[in-house]
């Protein structure tokens, strides 16, 4: 555990019981959340490997329009 995390593990041991839930289920779902988000970017990665690599082709093709022209139309 790094001593950042130790500090803040020791700050909130002095908070009353019912604050110190309130953190740690916000802590759980965070921890959470960012195991879904990797789950879900990890099972994506070919889709978007293979997105990228048909916009690549249709720039070479000329198929695609700069960001700031489409804005200026």
Same mark, same amino acid.
């Given at each position: 555990m &790094? $001593?950042?995390?130790?500090?803040?593990f020791?700050?909130?041991?002095? /908070?009353? !019981?019912?604050?110190?839930?309130? /953190?740690? +289920? #916000?802590?759980?779902?965070?921890?959470?959340?960012? +195991?879904? #988000?990797?789950?879900?970017? %990890?099972?994506? =990665? !070919?889709? /978007?490997?293979?997105?990228?690599? =048909? %916009?690549? %082709?249709? $720039? $070479?093709? $000329?198929? &695609? &329009?700069?960001?700031? =022209?489409? +804005? !200026?139309?």
């Amino acid at each position: 555990m &790094t $001593g950042l995390l130790q500090r803040a593990f020791s700050e909130a041991s002095k /908070l009353p !019981d019912i604050e110190q839930n309130s /953190l740690a +289920r #916000w802590v759980l779902a965070e921890i959470e959340s960012e +195991r879904k #988000w990797d789950k879900q970017f %990890a099972e994506s =990665e !070919d889709i /978007l490997a293979q997105l990228a690599m =048909e %916009a690549l %082709a249709e $720039g $070479g093709r $000329g198929k &695609t &329009t700069a960001l700031n =022209e489409a +804005r !200026d139309q």
